[in-house]
């Protein structure tokens, strides 16, 4: 298997909008750049991951992704028709679809057989936490999907092959990527994690022991120097497949 994470980062200064009413607009770009970089470095450490893939339209964040050795990839503005027929996502949330849609395709000319999704604003993501969703991976054609931690939203999404799944990220996308997953014949495991239950939206957010690390003690380490080459494989080799199961947790 030949896994890519896929990132999708939002141009930090339209980011976080619902911390409006407590964070300034300066503050609110420097967290955006703050939690890509902490995800960015989970996902260079993490063992079972091959190549990591940022598709956003900020400069910012795809020079970070670039230092980072990621792929960097300018997002397409589209208005093509949503491939989601199960269910009716926010109008809202097609952009960040056509993305995903779009950094898919990519990753698979890149070789990818596997894509992972994780979005950048986990404040309790790590390369353990990304490598244990990995191994709950099913032999075979399958879906991991870690939902957040109210089971609505939809925090990260391992696919294998890429384009098994229709992405209907949005409101209420947990119940929508099941229904996918179910009406397409697609063995689905849904992945407990509490490292990836816990994403930064709301102000109540904001006071979530992982956040409170991140926000409060966390010191920027700034792109590393590394000695694997651009696109070589983190330490460790992949894990031999999971068996099939219908929920893991970690």
């Given amino acids: 298997m030949s896994l890519w994470v896929i990132v999708p980062a939002k141009e930090p200064w339209r980011a976080k909008s619902r911390l409006a009413g407590v964070l300034t607009p ?30 956003s339209n900020a400069a910012p964040h795809l020079a970070l992704a670039r ?17 989601i027929t199960l269910s009716t996502p926010d109008p809202a949330a097609e952009p960040l679809n056509a993305a995903l849609r779009q950094a898919a395709e990519v990753a698979v000319r890149g070789g990818a057989t596997a894509v ?20 709950a991976m099913p032999a075979g054609p399958g879906v991991v999907l870690a939902p ?17 799944m229709p992405f209907a ?13 179910e009406a397409l014949g697609i063995t689905l495991v849904v992945h407990e994690s509490s490292a990836l239950a816990d994403d930064l939206d709301t102000p109540d957010d904001l006071t979530l022991p992982a956040a409170h690390d991140l926000l409060v003690t966390h010191k920027a380490r700034g ?12 330490r460790g080799r992949l894990a031999s497949d999971a068996r099939p199961r219908s929920t893991s947790m970690a």
């Fill in 116 to 135: 992972l999704v994780l979005h950048a604003d986990l404040v309790g993501v790590s390369a353990s936490a990304i490598d244990d969703m990995v191994r």
């Fill in 148 to 164: 957040d931690r109210r089971r609505v939203g939809t925090n990260a999404l391992l696919t294998r092959p890429p384009q098994v």
């Fill in 67 to 83: 230092a980072y050795g990621a792929v960097a990839v300018s997002e397409l503005r589209t208005s093509g028709e949503s491939h």
């Fill in 169 to 181: 990220f949005g409101p209420g996308s947990f119940e929508a990527h099941c229904r996918l997953a």
């Fill in 26 to 55: 300066a503050r609110r770009w420097s967290l955006s750049m703050q939690l890509l970089e902490h995800t960015l470095h989970a996902v260079r450490e993490a063992t079972l991951v091959d190549r990591c893939l940022v598709i």
């Fill in 223 to 234: 792109p590393r120097p590394t000695s694997r080459p651009r696109g070589a494989a983190p």
